[in-house]
């Protein structure tokens, strides 16, 4: 499985952008997908995730209500909506796919294949 995230960017702080991650494989609806973040100097973070049908989706605390995760199956692209960003937003985002099952969605131990990276800059 191939992942490639398209879509960062400098936005000013509350703009928009919306982050892009196409995937290779015939069995990509399958897969629970997920974003992750990392700041410079700081650890990977959860983001997002989604099931493989779009049924059940994830948010980590920070960016609840304000960023949107969904999928197209159809296009093997799983999406990341970002609204409200904040300079606190700024970092390399990376989409991630697994294979298996696991409640804990948020954990970076889940996924067993992931993107390159986007950069999202939020001025302020």
């Known amino acids: 499985v191939q992942l490639q995230a398209s879509g960062g960017g400098l936005v000013q702080a509350g703009g928009s952008l919306r982050l892009s991650c196409a995937a290779s494989?015939?069995?990509?609806?399958?897969?629970?997908m997920g974003w992750f973040r990392q700041a410079q100097g700081k650890e990977r973070e959860f983001v997002s995730a989604?099931?493989?049908?779009?049924?059940?989706?994830y948010y980590g605390d920070s960016v609840k209500g304000r960023f949107t995760i969904s999928r197209d199956n159809a296009k093997n692209t799983v999406y990341l909506q970002m609204n409200s960003l904040k300079p606190e937003d700024t970092a390399v985002y990376y989409c991630a796919a697994s294979t298996a099952f696991s409640m804990v969605v948020s954990s970076t131990r889940f996924y067993n294949y992931w993107g390159r990276g986007t950069l999202v800059t939020v001025s302020s």
């Open positions: 494989g015939r069995t990509f609806g399958s897969y629970t």
């Open positions: 989604i099931r493989w049908n779009g049924g059940n989706t």
